[in-house]
């Protein structure tokens, strides 16, 4: 159903979880993937797995947090492909800790990779995008920026900060058709969840209407909508994609 044939998109934290999954998606459905995280090994690997399924992608490694970095390969990109149509600000960490036990260190790192990182790229698209007058900025929040989680102060700010950032660049840059929008998952099965021990995972099991886990794919499935045509009158909101874990 949907189709995003010549359009271009840059894909952070794409070298596994839900980024990975984002990319793969994007190919699928003919876009030409930007594959950007740190590590250039792991991006190789998913653009190698995107053009054996004949997809498009190709590898731009970059740490987010890094201004000049992202905007130099945001213009690089622009340069190359011709255009930069989607971005989609996914990559995030956690450095989880009660806030007495909270450094600075663990503060910053957090908020420079989760908001500065997604603050970084949209400032270096919303140039390239308002001169196309078309553009899909999606930034992947949680529902932890939402309802807030005991020892996550950080990531909870981080992640309730780019629900605010979405809805002022929506209202910015909505005259120029440039959407704005967030994806708020729940618990979803990728890396950054496979660390927790098993009587954490059943109890937020327990809590999930739906009865399971999320997987990549049911993010990569919102992600895809929300860059569509078919999404045009959508700009400013977050989707909550969580098993039915927080309603509100
Ligand atoms: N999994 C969940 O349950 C869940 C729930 C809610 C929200 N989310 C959010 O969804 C997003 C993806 O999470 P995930 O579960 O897929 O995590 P993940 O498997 O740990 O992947 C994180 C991705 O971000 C990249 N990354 C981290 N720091 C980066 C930096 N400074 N610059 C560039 N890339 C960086 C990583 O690649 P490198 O290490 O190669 O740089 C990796 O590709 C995150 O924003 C996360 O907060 C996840």
Same mark, same amino acid.
């Given at each position: 159903?949907?189709?995003?044939?010549?359009?271009?998109?840059?894909?952070?934290?794409?070298?596994?979880?839900?980024?990975?999954?984002?990319?793969?998606?994007?190919?699928?459905?003919?876009?030409?993937?930007?594959?950007?995280?740190?590590?250039?090994?792991?991006?190789?690997?998913?653009?190698?797995?995107?053009?054996?399924?004949?997809?498009?992608?190709?590898?731009? /490694?970059?740490?987010? *947090?890094?201004?000049?970095?992202?905007?130099? @390969?945001? =213009?690089? $990109?622009?340069?190359?492909?011709? +255009?930069?149509?989607?971005?989609?600000?996914?990559?995030?960490?956690?450095?989880?800790?009660?806030?007495?036990?909270?450094?600075?260190?663990?503060?910053?790192?957090?908020?420079?990779?989760?908001?500065?990182?997604?603050?970084?790229?949209?400032?270096?698209?919303?140039?390239?995008?308002?001169?196309?007058?078309?553009?899909?900025?999606?930034?992947?929040?949680?529902?932890?920026?939402?309802?807030?989680?005991?020892?996550? /102060?950080?990531?909870? *700010?981080?992640?309730?900060?780019?629900?605010? @950032?979405? =809805?002022? $660049?929506?209202?910015?840059?909505? +005259?120029?058709?440039?959407?704005?929008?967030?994806?708020?998952?729940?618990?979803?099965?990728?890396?950054?969840?496979?660390?927790?021990?098993?009587?954490?995972?059943?109890?937020?099991?327990?809590?999930?209407?739906?009865?399971?886990?999320?997987?990549?794919?049911?993010?990569?499935?919102?992600?895809?909508?929300?860059?569509?045509?078919?999404?045009?009158?959508?700009?400013?909101?977050?989707?909550?994609?969580?098993?039915?874990?927080?309603?509100?």
């Amino acid at each position: 159903m949907f189709d995003l044939s010549n359009k271009v998109a840059v894909v952070t934290g794409a070298s596994r979880g839900i980024g990975k999954s984002i990319a793969k998606a994007y190919a699928r459905t003919n876009a030409h993937v930007v594959c950007v995280s740190r590590t250039e090994k792991a991006l190789t690997a998913v653009v190698e797995e995107i053009k054996k399924e004949n997809g498009s992608a190709s590898v731009s /490694a970059c740490d987010v *947090s890094d201004p000049e970095t992202f905007n130099n @390969l945001i =213009k690089d $990109t622009g340069v190359t492909h011709g +255009s930069v149509d989607i971005l989609i600000n996914n990559a995030g960490i956690t450095r989880d800790r009660l806030i007495m036990r909270m450094s600075e260190d663990d503060w910053n790192t957090v908020i420079d990779t989760n908001l500065k990182g997604a603050f970084n790229g949209i400032k270096a698209v919303t140039r390239i995008m308002m001169k196309q007058r078309f553009g899909r900025i999606i930034n992947i929040s949680s529902i932890v920026g939402l309802v807030g989680n005991a020892g996550q /102060a950080n990531y909870a *700010s981080a992640k309730a900060g780019l629900i605010g @950032l979405t =809805k002022a $660049t929506a209202k910015e840059l909505a +005259s120029r058709n440039i959407t704005v929008n967030c994806i708020a998952p729940g618990y979803i099965a990728t890396d950054m969840t496979n660390q927790m021990d098993d009587q954490t995972k059943d109890s937020l099991i327990s809590q999930i209407p739906l009865g399971h886990i999320g997987s990549p794919d049911d993010i990569a499935a919102t992600a895809l909508f929300l860059a569509s045509d078919e999404a045009g009158y959508i700009t400013g909101q977050t989707i909550t994609v969580d098993g039915g874990m927080v309603m509100i």
